[in-house]
């Protein structure tokens, strides 16, 4: 009797020893196949990525489908890892089901980013690259994403908006056409020569490499102010070139005016004094 319970207890160790080395060597399996598959998911992502960068697909459709791609991709590995180990396939999908339900009511607004980023990806409003002014911002468009777009300001800030932020507002894609209009506004007095100011805007504006000969460049008469007339010059040039034209022709008209003796005028108003003589006649009766 007491061999038998001996020969017993040796056969209970060697089946724990068994299932610990087989669950064991399970579980090295699935931890290999979760950071292999992840590695191979980072490797497809990557060449479907250059293979859209070789058929010149934009640049933010392409990183998005990747990162959906991605995602997915993983999301096989992870079940596969988890059937490793001995968890039902089935068990798996039917739990990612029910969190993916959960999750999707408790994070609508997520979901509403993600549909916002497709729409973005499917009626292209903008693309990477472009300057825009949308969502209550102003920048550099740099990538879009599944939930949020990555924009750059002019000062060089990053700044994340989420897609569902476009859709709300207006958009605004500042060099989405290859000309764009400057308006270069100046005010001369009213004792100046207007068409002589109107020469001097031209010339200075025909000589600039920068500007477009078609439209052509106009001078106009806009407004007769208090104290100056207003005038607008209006030439065409590349976005890119929109903010030195502005910059640099304003100092240019400065130093012209001066040099013709033509007169930028600041507000003034003239103050006219009218004294009442009716009491110093009084008093001076009496």
């Known amino acids: 009797m007491t061999q038998l319970t001996t020969l017993a207890q040796m056969v209970t160790m060697d089946n724990i020893d068994n299932l610990a080395a087989q669950w064991a ?14 590695w191979i998911c980072n490797i497809l992502k990557n060449v479907f990525t250059k293979v859209c960068e070789s058929r010149q697909i934009d640049a933010s459709l392409s990183r998005f489908a990747g990162s959906v791609i991605y995602y997915l991709l993983m ?12 968890v039902p396939v089935t068990s798996v999908v039917a739990i990612l089901g029910a969190a993916g339900l959960a999750v999707g009511l408790a994070l609508q607004g997520s979901l509403s980013n993600f549909a916002a980023g497709v729409m973005i990806l499917l009626f292209r409003p903008f693309k990477t690259g472009d ?3 949308g969502g209550g911002v102003v920048g550099v468009i740099v990538g879009i994403d599944m939930l949020t777009t990555e924009m750059k300001s002019f000062d060089g800030k990053q700044m994340i908006v989420p897609n569902g932020k476009f859709l709300d507002s207006v958009i605004t ?7 764009r209009r400057v308006d270069i506004e100046f005010s001369i007095s009213y004792e100046d020569d207007v068409d ?4 001097i805007v031209l010339g200075i504006l025909n000589q600039d ?6 439209p052509k460049v106009s001078v106009a008469l806009m407004n007769f102010g208090d104290s100056s007339i207003d005038l607008v010059a209006r030439p065409w040039v590349a976005p890119s070139n929109w903010w030195p034209v502005l910059a640099e022709t304003r100092e240019k008209i400065k130093k012209a005016f001066d040099s013709n003796g033509i007169t930028i005028p600041f507000p003034q108003q003239d103050v006219h004094i009218i004294r ?5 006649s009084e008093e001076a009766a009496s």
């Open 196 to 199: 002589q100011a109107r020469e």
């Open 209 to 214: 490499d920068r500007v477009l000969e078609d």
């Open 276 to 280: 009442d003589s009716a009491p110093e």
């Open 131 to 133: 300057v825009i002014d």
């Open 75 to 86: 999301t096989v590995v992870i079940v596969a890892a988890l059937g490793k180990l001995g």
């Open 25 to 38: 060597l399970n579980l090295l399996t699935a931890i290999i196949i979760f950071f292999v598959g992840k």
């Open 173 to 179: 894609n500042i060099n989405a056409y290859p000309s």
